[in-house]
Every structure is written in structure tokens, then in C-alpha cells.
């Protein structure tokens, strides 16, 4: 059985999420290939394509979302992801018993400890029919029918249990922060049914195809679904099975190719939240876990981080009309001169129309 070496599997990474060297293949297809983009902030997903593809720009993604070919909702770890409107048909009912679970949270518990689901989740249907709401008008209207202190966690509970979908406006490239977002029933706004049952094979292959090598650990962390052991159980003949440096069995597609430990690569900006950097259980592969630690507390709101020699080197945020980087390691002057490169070729992207600049704070 084949051991990889964390710096295989690190390029391996790299290749397979198309950081090597950025593509040309329509966003629609990278999408596609990736499964879901993350989008808990809007503009965050526009920055993951524009670092993956050659001649990326916004409109592209906008127009897919505007068109519906892409669409923007909860899905994979119970958090706002953006995907391919043929994927959100499967991979929703998928995700969606993770989706429910959310509704144990104390945030929820409260405003809907009474809630008889059934009853909540048709009423919600019925007011969505044919319409786009925003949150706060449906927290507001059923509040009228399911009194409750929190109205305003109404539509929130109606979105952890009635597959919802964000207009295309919510995630279109412009303003950051403070969208106001607007939903509908995900099946009237794809024009097309969703799938009957859960596809965690189609989950767990796709997953290897764009992530893998990986453990089952690193396939339930990405998803957010567990009990995922048996279906790799039952899906080994057909897997190529390898282990890591640790000894871990890592499981893969058997025609994706291993790239080469010493292939060089760019330095890489990422937006926050990339799953390049979230997929798996053990991140040792693209980040420390020293480096780690030092965004524990600060994670939640999202930290946009660069890769030198393919791991996370620092991280980088953008201040009125800077963007800054901020290295958690020296470099040498050659690392220096190419990050300061790729922050300058970032920098119209994601400061338009301005005369930012870039600075690099000491390590």
C-alpha cells in the first residue's frame, strides 16, 4: 500500500483544487468540479474562482447566479455555500439531515420549542409559493400564526428544514457586508424537483475527485454528514486505497493522478473560508496546526489567507484602501518580491476603481 508524504498530498491538494496554476474552463464548469464554493460572505467566492481561473471576472458569476444555473443556500456543513443548481438537486437532500440538526442549537431551541415542524414548514411553503421574500417579512407574517419572542429566528428555522435558496442579488459581486437577503423555495427557483433520497456515493466520489486522497474523518468533516464509514465500506472495490504518514488509510478515486511532492507552485491568495483549507479533518496538509491556532478565535468571522511553497504562509485583509499581508514567517526576498507581486495582481480585483496600494507588516 502507497504512503504519501505530506508534501505529495499538499500538491496533490493544489492540483486537484486547480492552484498549481490557474485554468480556462468556464466558471460554471469549476463549480461543478469543486461541488460547492463557499459564500458565507458574497464576495469571497468571486476571489476562490479569480485565483483558480485564467481571465476571471465578476460578471461571469453574476450573470450564472442572475440565470440560475448557480444558485446560493445552505448546504455542506450547515453553512452558505454557492453551487451548480444540477448539484444543489442532489446534494442538498444529502446535506440536509446535517441542515436539521441545527435546530438543537440554543438559538433555535428557544424560538421553537412549541413549533409543530410540520405545520411551521407548510405554512412556510404556502407563504413562499410563487414569491421571494426577504427574511424579515417571513419571520414577521409567521409570527402572526406561531407567536414567539424571536420572530426574527422564524425564517431562519424555516430555512433549516425547507430546502431555501437566496436571490441572485444576495451573492452578486459588489458591496461588502450588509447584504439583505431574500429567499425562495429552492424547486421553484431551479425549476426542477430535488432528489428523493440522499447520493453519499456520489457525495464521497466527487469529494475524492476534487479533495483526495482523504480519510472517511476528512470526508464527514467537509460535508458535515456522518456515518459516512459503512458507504466507503461498501464503495472499497471500487477505490484505490493508500495511507498517509501517520498510517492512515486515505481513500481515492483510482484514475486521479498524485502529483509530484517537489512541483513548484505559486504563491496562492485565497479568499476566507476556502475549502482548499477546510476539507479535511487533518489540515496539516495546507496549513499547521501552530498556524492554526492562531486564528482559533477569530475563525468564525472569516480569515483570508496566502500560500508560499503551497501552505498557508499568513494572512491578508484589506483596510479602506489597502491590502494588507500580514506573514506569520520570514521570507526571503525572493518569497517577498512574489507575494507583493500577487497582492498587486489581486488588488484591482478586489479594490476597483481606487489607487490602493499594498503593505507587508514585519513577521
Not at 234 to 254: A, K, M, N, S, Y
Request: proline residues 7%.
Amino acid at each position: 500500500m502507497k504512503e504519501l508524504s505530506l508534501r505529495q498530498l499538499n500538491r496533490t491538494l493544489l492540483a486537484r483544487q486547480m492552484l498549481t496554476e490557474r485554468v480556462s474552463m468556464p466558471a460554471a464548469d469549476l463549480i461543478r468540479h469543486l461541488i460547492a464554493v463557499q459564500g458565507q460572505e458574497a464576495n469571497w467566492p468571486f476571489i476562490g474562482l479569480w485565483t483558480r481561473l485564467t481571465d476571471f471576472e465578476p460578471a461571469e458569476l453574476n450573470s450564472l447566479l442572475h440565470d440560475r444555473t448557480v444558485v446560493r443556500g445552505t448546504m455542506i456543513r450547515r453553512t452558505v455555500h454557492l453551487a451548480h443548481a444540477e448539484d444543489y438537486r442532489w446534494l442538498y437532500p444529502t446535506v440536509r439531515p446535517t441542515v436539521e440538526q441545527s435546530l438543537r442549537l440554543a438559538y433555535y431551541r428557544e424560538a421553537c420549542e412549541h413549533l409543530d415542524h410540520t405545520e411551521f414548514a407548510t405554512a412556510g411553503r404556502r407563504l413562499l409559493t410563487g414569491r421571494t421574500l426577504t427574511r424579515t417579512e417571513i419571520g414577521r407574517t409567521l409570527a402572526e400564526r406561531f407567536p414567539t419572542p424571536h420572530p426574527d429566528r422564524l425564517s431562519a428555522i424555516l430555512g433549516q428544514i425547507t430546502p431555501l435558496v437566496h436571490h441572485a442579488e444576495a451573492g452578486t459581486w459588489g458591496a461588502w457586508r450588509n447584504r439583505r437577503v431574500s429567499v425562495s423555495l429552492a424547486e421553484e427557483w431551479i425549476g426542477a424537483p430535488l432528489a428523493e433520497r440522499p447520493d453519499p456515493e456520489q457525495l464521497i466520489l466527487r469529494y475524492l475527485a476534487a479533495f483526495g486522497p482523504a480519510t472517511v474523518a476528512d470526508i464527514q468533516s467537509w460535508s458535515g454528514v456522518t456515518k459516512l464509514a459503512e458507504v466507503v465500506a461498501r464503495l472499497r472495490p471500487q477505490l484505490r486505497v493508500l495511507r498517509d504518514d501517520t498510517g492512515r488509510e486515505l481513500f481515492d478515486i483510482p484514475d486521479a493522478p498524485l502529483a509530484d511532492p517537489n512541483l513548484p507552485v505559486p504563491v496562492r491568495f485565497l479568499p476566507a473560508f476556502d475549502n482548499a483549507l477546510l476539507a479535511h479533518k487533518d489540515r496539516r496538509r495546507a496549513i499547521t496546526d501552530e498556524d492554526r491556532s492562531r486564528i482559533t478565535k477569530i475563525a468564525s468571522g472569516g480569515v483570508p489567507m496566502y500560500l508560499v511553497d503551497g501552505f498557508v504562509h499568513g494572512r491578508w485583509d484589506l483596510r479602506g484602501e489597502t491590502l494588507r499581508i500580514t506573514p506569520w514567517h520570514p521570507m526571503t526576498s525572493t518569497d517577498e518580491a512574489a507575494v507583493r507581486a500577487a497582492a498587486e495582481e489581486l488588488l484591482p480585483m478586489v479594490l476597483p476603481n481606487t489607487t490602493g496600494g499594498v503593505a507587508i507588516t514585519p513577521a
